[in-house]
Nanobody, 120 residues
Framework: QVQLVESGGGLVQAGDSLRLSCAAS????????LDWYRQAPGKGRELVGS???????TYADSVKGRFTISRDNAKTTYYLQTDSVEPDDTAVYYC??????????????WGPGTQVTVSS
């Protein structure tokens, strides 16, 4: 099993920066890719971006150029650097571990989320 816990959320003003963290524990070798999602009030969950085991990153068009995903060398802590935040970035942010079935890891995992609120 994999446990994920997000941290670093809070209340910020438009234009500010915030770094979110996702601490992974347990069978971290089971993580093939780590995704960041967000869910704004009254909306569905949106994929913000991902980082693969090899370190390749992809981003949603809405955050490209403003958000950056990274991780530590041990692949146990993942980061979402959010720069130039906007009120539309207000959401609960979640990290999500993709399964790695070739390593007998068929399940995906979610963290409980961290709230980010951006005031105008």
């Amino acid at each position: 099993q994999v446990q994920l816990v997000e941290s670093g959320g809070g209340l910020v003003q438009a234009g500010d920066s915030l770094r979110l963290s996702c601490a992974a524990s347990g069978d971290t070798f089971c993580i093939s890719s780590l995704d960041w999602y967000r869910q704004a009030p009254g909306k569905g969950r949106e994929l913000v971006g991902s980082i693969t085991r090899r370190g390749a990153t992809t981003y949603a068009d809405s955050v490209k150029g403003r958000f950056t995903i990274s991780r530590d060398n041990a692949k146990t802590t993942y980061y979402l650097q959010t720069d130039s935040v906007e009120p539309d970035d207000t959401a609960v942010y979640y990290c999500h571990a993709e399964p790695r079935p070739d390593y007998a890891c068929p399940y995906d995992y979610w963290g409980p989320g961290t709230q980010v609120t951006v005031s105008s």
